[in-house]
């Protein structure tokens, strides 16, 4: 494994264990506070001002002047965002973390090979092979096969 991966690499594991704990955390503070809803707003508010606070502190400069040059769906990001946390919020009380998130990552394997498929938002293209179905399809039997408790 090339050294300049590793960094990415363990960047993306611990990404993918903290949305395993953001969902029951947030959940928890959905009970207290109000719902899903409520607390989706609050994770993205508290977020926001860490952001906030790190920008300053790194003294990053906020390119306001370029914000012409942006399109309407560029800034759709934050919305999926949203929703995403909203639904892992809404959804773990009701399947649990690893349904939830066996379900999460399926979607975003099957519908990655769509947009690597056809190069949506990519430099390149990298369209289906046998092997790749072969993957979605273990993986789908995978899903099934963790979410067979709750059924």
Known sequence: MPSALLIPL???ILAGSMIVLQAPI??????HMGGPLVAA?????????????????????????????????MWLGGTLGAMFVFTTIF?????GAA???AL????????????????????????????????????VISVAMIMAPKF
């Open 104 to 139: 999460i990552i399926c979607g975003q394997i099957l519908f990655s090979l769509v947009v690597d498929h056809y190069g949506f938002l990519l430099p390149d293209a990298t369209p289906l092979s046998p092997i790749r179905i072969a993957g979605a399809v273990l993986l």
């Open 91 to 95: 959804v773990v009380p009701k399947l």
């Open 10 to 12: 363990t960047m993306s």
């Open 41 to 73: 707003f609050f994770s993205f508010f508290t977020g926001t001002i860490l952001l906030g606070c790190v920008l300053l502190a790194l003294r990053k400069p906020v390119l306001l002047d370029n914000i012409g040059q942006t399109s309407p769906w």
């Open 26 to 31: 947030n959940a928890r503070l959905g009970e």
């Open 99 to 101: 349904g939830m998130i």
